[in-house]
């Protein structure tokens, strides 16, 4: 889906500066890919697996594992009349440091799965893993996007506001489940679903980082300071 109005709506300012800013310097740019919906991305993801042609995704539609997804992420190639991925004349860096500079992530810098035609808003990580701990699914996401265009800083303080209303179980050592998974992914452990050892160990360190009592066992103070750091 190529409708820019289908994403974030500070992303839709990005681009505009993107391509303003790429205009000045003699670079043309086309953007190809806005939001993706599950079967789109289910598709990609099929390609080189159970469909012809070369893997392009590492992510799943059906666990909302792609930006594309969640509406803060495109897509561009070459808008010159030039084969639309020639980057002989390191185009698609050029693009990317430029990107870079007006506050976009992109992915022409990644290790793991560098793709040089891809940008996203960067405040939530590389990754859904934060935005899915917050908002469970892409279509939450979007309605607290109301007319919140402004800056990261903003938009960030108006997503820690709405993580105060979520009601989350207590978990502590020797639990299990998807909700130790969640907070594993916001203290930083391996998200195996197992309240081990090392989860009690991250869980009081992110309590004394946060002036809480360190007792290891997430409740609601713990599950709100949470929430807030993402």
């Known amino acids: 889906m190529r409708d820019r109005k289908a994403l974030h709506p500070r992303l839709q300012k990005k ?14 740019v086309c953007i190809t890919e806005c939001l993706r919906t599950v079967a789109e991305q289910d598709a990609l993801y099929a390609k ?34 030039k084969d639309a991925f020639d980057n002989r004349d390191g185009f698609f ?11 976009l992530e992109w992915s022409g810098t990644w290790k793991s799965f560098s793709e040089k035609a891809h940008f996203q808003l960067p405040d939530w990580g590389s990754t859904p893993s934060k935005l899915k701990a917050m908002y469970g699914t ?16 903003t938009s ?13 179980t207590t978990i502590k050592s020797g ?17 195996d679903g197992d309240f081990g050892a090392k989860t009690v160990a ?9 002036g809480l009592s360190q007792d290891g066992v997430v409740g609601e103070k713990t599950w709100k300071a949470g929430l807030k750091s993402l």
């Not at 666990?63 to 010159?80: E, I, K, P």
């Not at 639990?175 to 998200?191: D, E, F, L, Y």
């Open 15 to 28: 681009i505009d500066e993107l391509i303003s800013s790429c205009e000045k310097k003699g670079l043309r």
């Open 138 to 153: 892409p279509e939450k996401f979007m309605r607290t996007w109301g007319g919140s265009a402004g800056s990261s800083k």
């Open 175 to 191: 639990s299990k489940g998807a909700a130790v998974k969640v907070w594993q992914i916001i203290v930083g452990a391996s998200p």
């Open 156 to 168: 960030t303080k108006a997503d820690s506001d709405k993580a105060e209303d979520v009601k989350m």
């Open 93 to 103: 860096g050029k693009v990317g440091k430029i990107g870079q500079s007006l506050g």
């Open 48 to 81: 080189g697996r159970t469909a012809p042609g070369d893997r392009v995704t590492n992510a799943r539609g059906s666990s909302y594992s792609s930006m594309h997804q969640w509406g803060v992420a495109f897509d561009f190639c070459r808008g010159d009349g």
């Open 202 to 210: 991250a869980t009081k360190k992110f309590q004394k980082d946060h």
